[in-house]
């Protein structure tokens, strides 16, 4: 089987996965990958991700022009095209709207908390890109302020993205971003996660070196910020208090400010050991409480 034929199989096949774990709707969703120096095979503009063919993919040069192909290439092609401007290194690109990380994303709540070993050694932190209406160049700009330092974006309001060298890679982390986000809602939801602690992160980013993972960029100094507004971002930023001799770290340790006081606010956290509610009986408090208004 030639190079691009085979390609073309793999697209489809992702885009089966895809539509069958729900995580894309309808037509959303784009796959790309690179052909060669010069060429990009991408899918098709209006069409289900679960429902497609190999004569249906598009191929392109690196600045967007169709090459070949019945059908129109992915509306979004520009950010697959910002991803390969700046990470030379990546072969293919998966963009999907995974229910449970899309929702973290229109919270505007990044995954950036050491939580599981896998996805502190496979992808560091995740964290969310700034609103680009789809289609524009605006997203494009958004996924290149954070490309160079991460393998998996959150887009705010609007999906995820994750790279790889292939494309089964860039489809399995995208996996990982949608069970990392299922797995932080049950635990914000049970009172809180459990963080790694900075120690133990260490030690795990020892292991990316025997396990082959190659990290795009290293973990931010604990005191470190995100990058400014216009800056491309260098380093990962990831919550993982320091505590010496410790593997985990309660989730009342984590500091007063930032995220913690961001979850109270949501409801995720309960901060002062104050009462706590299920959904029925805030529910039910709810609805006697508009009673009583009226």
Do not use: W
Not at 35 to 51: I, Q
Not at 174 to 203: C, D, K
Request: aromatic share 4%; proline share 5%; with cysteine.
């Amino acid at each position: 089987m030639q190079i691009e034929e085979r390609l073309r199989a793999d697209i489809v096949e992702i885009g089966r996965r895809l539509h069958d774990r729900g995580f894309v709707a309808s037509n959303d969703g784009n796959i790309s990958v690179r052909l060669d120096a010069e060429r990009l095979l991408t899918t098709p503009a209006g069409v289900s991700k679960g429902f497609m063919t190999p004569d249906m993919m598009v191929t392109t040069d690196f600045s967007g022009r169709k090459l070949t192909g019945e059908r129109e290439p992915s509306s979004e092609i520009l950010m697959h095209l910002a991803v390969y401007e700046h990470r030379p290194e990546i072969e293919a690109v998966v963009h999907a709207h995974p229910p449970t990380a899309t929702g973290f994303s229109v919270a505007g709540i990044p995954l950036d908390r050491a939580v599981l070993a896998e996805v502190v050694t496979t992808l560091g932190s995740i964290p969310i890109a700034d609103y680009g209406t789809p289609s524009t160049s605006e997203l494009a700009d958004a996924v290149r302020h954070y490309i160079r330092a991460h393998d998996g974006l959150l887009l705010a309001n609007h999906g995820a993205l994750t790279v790889a060298h292939d494309l089964f890679g860039a489809y399995y982390k995208m996996e990982t971003v949608e069970h990392f986000a299922r797995i932080s809602l049950v635990a914000r939801q049970l009172g809180g996660e459990r963080l790694l602690s900075r120690e133990e992160v260490n030690r795990l980013q020892g292991l990316r070196d025997r396990y082959g993972i190659a990290a795009p960029a290293p973990l931010c100094p604990p005191a470190r910020e995100e990058g400014k507004e216009g800056e491309d971002v260098s380093c990962q930023v990831l919550e993982a208090p320091s505590q010496p001799g410790a593997r985990l770290v309660e989730a009342q340790t984590v500091g007063s400010g930032g995220a913690a006081t961001r979850d109270c606010h949501l409801g995720l956290l309960d901060p002062d050991d104050g009462i706590r509610l299920t959904y029925r009986e805030l529910t039910a408090l709810i609805a006697d409480a508009v009673k009583q208004l009226r």
